[in-house]
């Protein structure tokens, strides 16, 4: 039996290319179906096609078709799934538009799969199997993470990838952020797997360097401190996934560098306090807690990527310089500058929709540098181009220099590298502003409002 696993194309519609000059320091692939590929029985014949990367072929044999969607390749997916269903090949759909969007994704599909698949995959396997398919699996979301087989990693192809070596250990968040696909699909709980199959798995991959995938490494403490102690001996080298708090608990970090962590991704969000975070921050200055993160993290060796998004109901158009002064004081080594996008399936979209402030309904267009609803204290052109500005400033070729020159005495020779690819990656990727937008007195609507104290957040 052949079964065909399938990334659909963020960026081809159509007759339209995907981007084929997307950099190399930011091509990484998801592990939804590389797991599924590794609770497929040994008698299927399985292979994984990367939409983005490589020509689809809908003449090639197949038993069944299955493919992950997120919100913004959904379209591309039911594309996809024509086609193939047009051909007489079943097609099954998952992945986290499924799960926020099940009906439509229903109208698409043979079946779908509604959630995770270590509790659905092979039961449906089966039932297609037997010539009885059903048209909707439902995980509980609920499963041990004890005894999982290691992802099928040898069915990608790595030359297009800057590493095929992503690992989990834990899934779930403590946050129940309004924004964020995990909690809001995927329940709050955060599950832990055995930490010596985890250490196993590290142990068996090519190479010197992977990519923890967890959705946030600044929890369970005690769970990922014997986890980076018993990496240690591999010295492996490794980048992860962190909110603030990390910077809370010095043996974490003292750990974290000693087992080999180079580079990790914080999510500072927002320097403006948000409701949500207001008990956590207790009356302290936001922007000086992410300061002595980023101060922390450095001193041990480890480099900081801040995750930044522009759009939260309290922003207005001060947002944008006050949020660049703080990039460029903290001294952060690359920041990811997202526009806040409404995910289907999250309270926050929930909410802007019982207030009819979505205005966007092309899931194409649910990406971080499009503005798909009404911001509350500005325009969305204001939002759009705000954004653009500070990604242009921040990403300014002396700025990027400076970055790469500070990162060279504290971080190992190949972490300055990346530094230099990422931050040269995310400037290819800024949106570029309408013409005249600064003329027309952008950089005047920053000053005009503004009030600055000594700068006193879906896979």
């Known amino acids: 039996m052949e079964l065909r696993l399938i990334y659909p194309s963020v960026r081809r519609f159509g007759a339209a290319p995907a981007m084929k000059n997307q950099p190399g320091s930011l091509r990484y692939p998801g592990m939804g179906l590389t797991m599924v590929a590794a609770l497929t029985p ?57 799960t926020a969007c099940p009906d439509e994704a229903e109208r698409e599909a043979d079946a779908v799969v509604i959630g ?21 699996y439902r995980s509980s979301n609920s499963s041990s993470l ?3 087989p290691v992802p099928r ?23 129940n952020c309004e924004f964020c696909s995990i909690t809001a699909l995927l329940g709050g ?34 769970y990922f401190k014997e986890l980076f102690r018993r990496i240690m001996p591999l010295r492996k080298k490794w980048v992860g996934n962190a909110s603030w708090n990390i910077s809370k608990d010095a043996e974490m970090m003292d750990l974290m560098a000693r087992s080999g962590c180079v580079g990790v991704l914080v999510g500072f969000e927002s320097i403006f306090p948000q409701e949500r975070l207001a008990k956590v921050f207790r009356g302290d ?12 993290l450095h001193a041990r060796g480890i480099c900081v990527i801040g995750a930044f998004i522009f759009g939260f109901d309290n922003d207005d158009a001060s947002v ?36 009819g402030r979505i205005v966007e309904r092309d899931w194409n267009r649910y990406m971080t540098d499009n503005v798909c609803f009404k911001p509350r204290n500005m325009s969305r052109e204001v939002l759009g181009e705000g954004c653009a500005w500070a990604g242009r400033k921040f990403f300014s070729y002396p700025r990027i220099g400076v970055r790469v020159l500070r990162a060279w005495p504290r971080a190992p ?33 920053h000053r005009a409002g503004r009030h600055h104290p000594k700068l006193g957040t879906q896979y």
């Open 189 to 222: 709980k955060t599950r832990c797997r055995p930490v010596e199959e985890v250490v196993e798995e590290v142990r068996g991959l090519e190479g010197g360097t992977f990519v923890l995938n967890d959705d946030n490494i600044a929890q369970e403490h005690d």
């Open 413 to 445: 020779i190949k972490a300055t590298a990346a530094v230099l690819a990422v931050n040269l990656a995310f400037r290819q990727g800024i949106t570029e502003m309408p013409s005249g937008g600064e003329r027309a007195g952008f950089g005047h609507w």
């Open 116 to 136: 995770e698949a270590e509790d659905t995959w092979p039961g449906l396997l089966k039932d297609f199997e037997g010539g009885a398919l059903k048209r909707i």
């Open 42 to 98: 040994p008698e299927w014949r399985v292979s994984i096609v990367d939409d983005e990367r490589e020509t689809l072929s809908y003449d090639d044999p197949a038993d069944l078709v299955g493919l992950s969607l997120l919100t913004c390749n959904a379209r591309r997916g039911y594309e996809i799934a024509r086609e193939f269903r047009k051909r007489g090949v079943p097609v099954v759909l998952g992945g986290m538009h499924v």
């Open 146 to 148: 004890a005894g999982l």
């Open 285 to 296: 200055n936001r922007a000086a807690v992410y300061l002595e993160t980023v101060r922390k």
């Open 153 to 175: 990693r040898d069915l990608l192809k790595k030359e297009d990838y800057i590493t095929v070596n992503s690992v989990q250990a834990t899934r779930g968040c403590p946050f």
């Open 320 to 355: 944008f310089e006050r949020t660049l002064e703080f990039a460029l004081e903290s001294r952060i080594d690359t920041a990811q500058i997202n526009i806040l996008v409404p995910y289907p399936g999250t309270p926050l979209y929930a909410r802007l929709e019982r207030e």
